[in-house]
């Protein structure tokens, strides 16, 4: 079936410093992909997506690029702050049966130190 | 901004009990969805809901959980008999007809002793 791989966390970076988040996925047809953040005590919250092939998502700097050839969606940051801190999670949208379900990833832990 | 709201935000229930979760989604959305997130683990899917039926479950959505949207604003999680192991975090989310992005409530913390 359907699945999300992200990089084993916890990432730990200082501030301004450049973020990679790898991520790849299986997915059978054409799915949409995500990347959601969880701030500490808090629900998900969309950070960008992308839903076709060559497709760039961006906010608040973050950035990924769609890459149907390598089964990815690495997400990008070029200098991180403390506040990024966060767990950020890769998803798809498996558009089986037309329910849009998410599959997500285990979730990448950030730690930016000043 | 419209949002998800979720009550409560923490609960906890001994083994064995009814617990129903409530999720306000956003008002003109169509497709409303729970998911759990086991601590430490990945945020799963549970149950899709639309148009007052369930259109998708996973195998953890066993016969102990119920989905409802009781008065058109509403969308429940029910769980008949929790087990020990039902503790997790449970999301609620929406999205429109014409959009794949999901919008998320904040969460209930589900604590079964």
């Given at each position: 079936?359907?699945?999300?791989?992200?990089?084993?966390?916890?990432?730990?970076?200082?501030?301004?410093?450049?973020?990679?988040?790898?991520?790849?996925?299986?997915?059978?047809?054409?799915?949409?992909?995500?990347?959601?953040?969880?701030?500490?005590?808090?629900?998900?919250?969309?950070?960008?997506?992308?839903?076709?092939?060559?497709?760039?998502?961006?906010?608040k700097?973050?950035?990924?690029?769609?890459?149907?050839?390598?089964?990815?969606?690495?997400?990008?940051?070029?200098?991180?702050?403390?506040?990024?801190?966060?767990?950020?999670?890769?998803?798809?949208?498996?558009?089986?049966?037309?329910?849009?379900?998410?599959?997500?990833?285990?979730?990448?832990?950030?730690?930016?130190?000043? | 901004?419209?949002?998800?709201?979720?009550?409560?935000?923490?609960?906890?229930?001994?083994?064995?009990?009814?617990?129903?979760?409530?999720?306000?989604?956003?008002?003109?959305?169509?497709?409303?969805?729970?998911?759990?997130?086991?601590?430490?683990?990945?945020?799963?899917?549970?149950?899709?809901?639309?148009?007052?039926?369930?259109?998708?479950?996973?195998?953890?959505?066993d016969?102990?959980?119920?989905?409802?949207?009781?008065?058109?604003?509403?969308?429940?999680?029910?769980?008949?008999?929790?087990?020990?192991e039902?503790?997790?975090?449970?999301?609620?989310?929406?999205?429109?007809r014409?959009?794949?992005?999901?919008?998320f409530?904040?969460?209930?913390?589900?604590?079964?002793?």
């Amino acid at each position: 079936g359907d699945s999300v791989t992200q990089m084993e966390g916890p990432v730990t970076l200082s501030e301004e410093a450049f973020l990679t988040i790898n991520c790849t996925y299986t997915a059978t047809g054409y799915p949409s992909l995500f990347w959601y953040v969880q701030y500490p005590g808090e629900g998900l919250q969309l950070l960008l997506k992308a839903t076709k092939a060559d497709d760039k998502g961006s906010n608040k700097g973050f950035e990924a690029t769609y890459r149907k050839e390598t089964t990815s969606f690495h997400l990008e940051k070029g200098s991180v702050q403390v506040s990024d801190s966060a767990v950020y999670f890769c998803a798809l949208s498996a558009f089986s049966g037309n329910t849009g379900k998410l599959i997500f990833g285990q979730g990448t832990t950030l730690q930016v130190k000043p | 901004e419209p949002e998800v709201t979720q009550t409560p935000s923490h609960q906890v229930t001994q083994m064995g009990q009814e617990v129903i979760l409530r999720c306000v989604p956003i008002s003109n959305h169509l497709y409303f969805y729970w998911y759990r997130q086991i601590l430490g683990q990945k945020v799963e899917f549970l149950v899709s809901f639309y148009n007052n039926e369930i259109s998708e479950k996973s195998e953890i959505f066993d016969d102990q959980f119920s989905v409802e949207r009781p008065d058109g604003s509403n969308f429940t999680l029910k769980i008949r008999s929790t087990k020990l192991e039902d503790s997790a975090m449970y999301f609620c989310a929406s999205r429109d007809r014409y959009q794949e992005t999901q919008y998320f409530g904040p969460g209930t913390r589900l604590l079964v002793l």
